[in-house]
């Protein structure tokens, strides 16, 4: 009877006749040693500034769903109060399927990445004094490469209670609305024993003043600022 193949044998001939056991052990050493140098290399250059400010990309093999002006992820930014800043200042975990990715770009454009930037929640970055990351790579011209995203997605109405802190006119709009609400939450004849019309506004200039007055202090006693001053800014008081 003819013996049946087994293909482990076949496979090990086939090796075998490439390698000897001693080169083919080598080579695989050495393939392990190179790819440990370049993951650290990637590793080094997200955690420290590069004044980079492009890539010497291939745009014959980029994907140009992918690619992104300054301007988009400025107004992305503002809408829903994220920064974007160096990968330096990014104090959450940086997957290693994100290296990965970097390492297969460096090999299909044939180039050494630098200049990462981060586009992320103020909580996630480690800011100086004065939960849906995107990893990004400067193309040039404020054209920016997005290489990995991950974690979870952002709260569905994060982008409408963001709103409020994009500027002081909708931070003061967001105040009267709360003034008018608590308001309305005033018993009857608190102030006077008979409620009309002027002491009702008198009740809502005085609420109005007073929660003015708070948000006010909690803004400049914790160095709070709005959205289309902090997006790009390393300052957790700026």
């Avoid at 190179?34 to 492009?54: A, D, F, G, H, Y």
């Avoid at 990893?135 to 982008?159: C, E, M, S, T, V």
Wanted: hydrophobic share 45%.
């Amino acid at each position: 009877m003819v013996p049946r193949t087994n293909l482990e044998k076949q496979l090990t001939k086939i090796r075998d006749k490439q390698y000897t056991s001693h080169d083919w052990k080598s080579q695989v050493a050495l393939l392990f040693d190179q790819e440990t140098i370049k993951t650290e290399k990637i590793v080094e250059k997200l955690t420290t500034v590069s004044s980079s400010s492009e890539n010497n990309f291939d745009f014959e093999v980029l994907e140009t769903s992918k690619i992104y002006h300054l301007d988009q992820i400025r107004k992305i930014c503002i809408d829903y109060r994220l920064r974007f800043l160096d990968a330096k200042f990014f104090k959450g975990t940086i997957p290693y399927e994100a290296v990965t990715i970097i390492k297969d770009l460096e090999k299909t454009h044939n180039t050494s990445l630098n200049g990462f930037k981060i586009v992320a929640p103020s909580k996630l970055f480690k800011l100086e004094n004065a939960d849906d990351p995107l990893l990004f790579a400067p193309i040039g011209n404020d054209y920016f490469y997005l290489i990995h995203k991950w974690g979870k997605d952002l709260h569905p109405l994060r982008k409408f209670f963001m709103w409020f802190f994009k500027s002081f006119e909708n931070l003061l709009f967001l105040t009267f609305l709360v003034s008018v609400l608590c308001t309305f939450m005033v018993p009857d004849g608190l102030f006077s024993k008979q409620q009309n019309t002027s002491t009702t506004i008198m009740v809502f200039l005085f609420v109005f003043k007073s929660i003015a007055a708070v948000v006010l202090f909690y803004g400049f006693a914790l160095g709070k600022n709005f959205n289309t001053a902090i997006w790009n800014s390393k300052y957790f008081n700026a």
